[in-house]
């Protein structure tokens, strides 16, 4: 870390600082410049934490130089991590596609709907049982029934299931029916769900928040790992800008950037990111080309008569003939799907 | 709510559209233009979640006319809310400021601030006890032995307590102690807490997220009005913007809008927007004048050994120095603090 | 456009503006609500600059749908525009590489550079010789110089030569040497100087703006068009965004988006995008899966030493390297380089 | 400049560094931590850009300590700089407000607002001759037409003309009218345009861009600066974000960090942030609550009737009424309008 001290910090501030840092554990490099002084740390950064360095007269500001998080990044862990979900491997070469539908809405839709992903070449089946839902007047799901549906597509197609949790109180329920859980964009920092979560005995996909930066999301999977739960596939889903023709902005350069960070795996759902189904297409052959280890892709047997999300589902045969595409990046990328 | 349909769109999807709206209620305004056509649709605003009108063959986009809030609308209420926390009115002729320190450190340290603050005039104490932290390695609160101090300084300065709410699991707990439950940023869509809060007997800071726009957050506060609970506070607290300066972009004109789409109070926090402590003083000059109904300032004895946010907080010195400022332009308001 | 009444609008009001409206030769849809008076009204959309419509007493908003640009639009020309530089064609089957450094610094760089490219695949050589640099103590280039080296280096190559246009004076000075004209990305919305290179009789390279939206960019496209210039090329270089680990963040949704509204071929800059040579090559592979028609790349022999971005320059053999991997990509989408 | 090494950078790499910064005359602090190693480098700011650093090999990255302005910085000069527009004062004790129409439409209409709002209290009159618009179909401006009718404007009532100048051909030719010149939000980073009103001898309003950072505005103004042109006054006019509801997010606080990064005086344009008239006096308040030293305001007679801007611009009448309320925020703030 270096603590950059303001042009015209006093002798005795300046000191001051040192003694706080080394009283902390840290070693300490001073730069007497011209214009101003810079004091260089070395030490434990997790203990940054506990001083408001910024709060001492006569500190400008304080730069650091190591990334806050610890495990979940590539000095921690030099090679790729290779997450299991069963027999099935994210982060390895190949490629996995969980497609379904935004929200279980009946049995039949989703019995329907794994059917044709499973023959398009899905290895798992998403499908929301607990929907957060901006407006307090739109669908909630069908909680634990759908959970059920689910599981019973499970049965039938060998589809692995990945839904998401939403509330602290049923993640232990959500768990017992998934074979993956899900961290919704909106609940990235919702620190109280990830501490659950990081006790589950199941791996996660975590989405990125639609205003977190990457540094943040590589935060928020310090919280999964810190907590036990070492099984972290991070879902790159689209970002807030002012840009506003498509719902989101896809950060595709998320992926290289997650992956260089980090040891993780990363998916991209360009579903979300353009609300718009004309838009999947070109953005998974880009996610693909990009690096992305899988990608996370609504389909509904018939969007527009969705309860959530119609616009930016793909019908099954739209989703089959994307698979067919994406197949071929895949080949050109040395990966499978 | 106004449907535009694709140029080249057919007769068939044209009707398609209409027959769909019908079915639901609706009322439907038919313009034929040379290059497009387009359907106004006129009924009971909150059936549109039901229909995923996007998705339907030949529909280019949906332009909503009406807000997708009620409750919170003027349209609902022409007049403003007054917000009653025990014998305090929010929204009247007075100003109230809330403050205290980020976290509750110590029972030495928040009855000290408690006096302090109450001296200079704050009518409302504010202190975390549950902490929602970036990194899994700060210090995440005292949970309810912080309560617990916090109740403490109430006896002893008259002051009400406003303490945050993070998890749905504690939302009954900190309601036993605290006069305002605060829900924070980063969980203004956290749905499954705003329905647990909507159902406690308390009145609500709701505060805007950092990436949300203003009609979200109007419709995080419907999900408390349509849960039940009236009694909502907003509060502006600064966006993530591209300038990185400060810690976010203190978005004042949240306050008149919000204003002029709701009839519920606004306040501000300029501690959080900033980041430093040296800017509250005019930004909180600045709230004030642009019709702002309260503040929420961080304040801490002794800013450089805090445990959260010192670099954002105000000695009580100026604490003080910043009520006498804030009361002149009260006073050019027409209000008083 | 639609224009919506405020609620409580009278009806001399809404009269007044169905006057204005038929008084410029509007057809006028009136749809009464319970809630809100609608009218639509159709007509000429280049006449609503003449309004002011949103000032009007009773007005609450215009919704325009109809998007403000003609010539730029696929409702203008259906299929897909091809814009010739000489023997080359952009926007068809072949997929075209723009390299070179940033700056023209020296002839020896330059001819090296551009032999270097031209062996690797590239068909345009690109280099700065005027430079808008944030900092007025950086290098500004070597102006008329710069672009003689750079016609020398044609000469030797055979590549066309692609260079930046920064101010209306010089306009003619840089066509008489460019085969095409490049607009930078601050530039995007300099008026004056699009009226300027409107009336050369060059080709045309735009930039996105970081901070444009896709539908201010079309309107800079619809500038060049409506003032002659047909040859236009788009070129998406990344957007700004609270992001900051990259310099900015590459909008590759933009290139379908574009590619959707306009007929306009679409070119991707990933090394300004990204700032950093590292991530260049997933970036450029993906412009690619996303449909783009062109990359625009830097290459400089010695990045540490370059004047200007040397962090997002390729080596040549980097260079070389890339060109192999996005063969394959190309190929995939039925396309070759 | 503080230079991080990548963690396993070689003794070789680093060597590297260091003899390209001791060749540049700066002087070094080596710190070798237990994970990575850091290179401080203390000279000469403005070399800096001679030097690609970030692409030297074993490089992670760059951290610059000073800013990269100097004349524009409190360091060059530590107290606040009175910018003089013939017998006014610019960052004195004084808050001048520049109001008047977008564009000059007419003698009559520039004439009525000049009384008008001479009537009020405003000191200078503004009002654009050439108009550099988004759409290529809009009235461009009356040029020099225009020019002579805000100078008989100046005749009739005393006040000061500023006038946005757009390209760097006309520069002297409005400048032999104006009193102020005016730099666009869109053409902050237009540095030929810059460096053409660096050598006019009249003072400049510098508007930040809606997307630039406050340093890239402080740059901009050094351009003025080094090219000789002292007089340069800010202005803060709305950023660009993800909230749509206004046309832009007004930044106050860029008012206080520019005054305290900047010895310059900082004024605020409420009329283009919001783009709706409503807003306008709640953040004119605000404005001169924050310390800004004037502000600049869009009045037109009949703003139902204007070719440019109509919904953010005030009546005469309320334009009155806001300097009524202006004055009594200026008193608190120990200043006078």
Same mark, same amino acid.
């Given at each position: 870390?270096?603590?950059?001290?303001?042009?015209?910090?006093?002798?005795? #501030?300046?000191?001051?600082?040192?003694?706080?840092?080394?009283? /902390?554990?840290?070693?300490?490099?001073?730069?007497?410049?011209?214009?101003?002084?810079?004091?260089? +740390?070395?030490?434990?950064?997790?203990? =940054?934490?506990?001083?408001?360095?910024?709060?001492?007269?006569?500190?400008?500001?304080?730069?650091?130089?190591?990334?806050?998080? @610890?495990?979940?990044?590539?000095?921690? @862990?030099?090679?790729?991590? &290779?997450?299991?979900v069963?027999? /099935?491997?994210?982060?390895?070469?190949?490629?996995?596609?969980?497609?379904?539908? $935004?929200?279980?809405?009946?049995?039949?839709?989703?019995l329907?709907?794994?059917?044709?992903?499973?023959?398009?070449?899905?290895?798992?089946?998403?499908?929301?049982?607990?929907?957060?839902?901006?407006?307090?007047?739109?669908?909630?799901?069908?909680?634990?029934?759908?959970l059920?549906?689910? +599981?019973?597509?499970? #049965?039938?197609?060998?589809?692995?299931?990945?839904?998401?949790?939403?509330?602290?109180?049923?993640?232990?329920? &959500?768990a017992?029916?998934?074979?993956?859980?899900?961290?919704? *964009?909106?609940?990235?920092?919702?620190?109280?769900?990830?501490?659950?979560?990081?006790?589950?005995? @199941?791996?996660v996909? =975590?989405?990125?928040?639609?205003?977190?930066?990457?540094e943040?999301?590589?935060?928020?999977? #310090?919280? /999964?790992?810190?907590?036990?739960?070492?099984? &972290?596939?991070? $879902?790159?889903?689209?970002?807030?800008?002012?840009?506003?023709? =498509?719902?989101?902005?896809?950060?595709?350069?998320?992926?290289?950037?997650? @992956?260089?960070?980090?040891?993780l795996?990363?998916?991209?759902?360009?579903?979300?990111?353009?609300?718009?189904?004309?838009?999947?297409?070109?953005?998974?052959? *880009?996610?693909?080309?990009?690096?992305?280890?899988?990608?996370?892709?609504?389909?509904?047997?018939?969007?527009?008569?969705?309860l $959530?999300?119609?616009?930016?589902?793909?019908?099954?045969?739209?989703?089959?003939? =994307?698979?067919?595409?994406i197949?071929? &990046?895949?080949?050109?990328?040395?990966?499978?799907?």
């Open positions: 870390m270096i603590v950059v001290m303001a042009s015209g910090a006093s002798k005795q #501030e300046i000191n001051h600082v040192i003694d706080r840092l080394e009283g /902390l554990g840290f070693r300490i490099h001073l730069s007497e410049g011209v214009e101003k002084t810079i004091i260089g +740390a070395i030490g434990d950064k997790t203990r =940054l934490n506990e001083i408001a360095l910024e709060a001492m007269p006569g500190v400008e500001k304080v730069v650091p130089i190591l990334q806050p998080y @610890k495990l979940v990044s590539r000095e921690f @862990k030099t090679h790729d991590s &290779v997450v299991k069963g027999d /099935l491997e994210f982060g390895g070469s190949q490629i996995h596609v969980m497609a379904g539908p $935004c929200a279980v809405e009946s049995r039949e839709q989703v329907e709907t794994a059917e044709e992903v499973s023959r398009a070449g899905a290895t798992i089946l998403r499908g929301g049982a607990f929907k957060p839902r901006t407006s307090p007047y739109a669908f909630q799901g069908l909680e634990e029934d759908g059920k549906i689910l +599981a019973e597509a499970r #049965e039938r197609t060998g589809l692995k299931i990945v839904t998401e949790v939403v509330d602290p109180r049923t993640v232990e329920l &959500v017992r029916y998934a074979d993956i859980l899900q961290i919704g *964009a909106r609940n990235m920092q919702n620190f109280f769900l990830l501490k659950e979560v990081a006790t589950a005995d @199941k791996p996909v =975590l989405k990125r928040g639609p205003s977190a930066t990457i943040e999301w590589l935060m928020a999977a #310090e919280y /999964l790992m810190s907590g036990g739960n070492y099984n &972290v596939i991070l $879902c790159e889903r689209g970002i807030r800008t002012f840009e506003s023709y =498509l719902r989101n902005t896809l950060d595709l350069s998320a992926v290289p950037v997650a @992956k260089h960070l980090s040891h795996p990363v998916i991209v759902d360009p579903s979300h990111a353009t609300g718009k189904w004309k838009f999947i297409r070109p953005m998974a052959m *880009a996610a693909i080309a990009a690096g992305a280890d899988g990608l996370l892709i609504e389909v509904h047997p018939n969007p527009a008569q969705a $959530c999300d119609g616009p930016q589902s793909l019908t099954p045969e739209n989703f089959s003939a =994307l698979m067919n595409d197949k071929k &990046v895949a080949d050109v990328m040395g990966r499978f799907i």
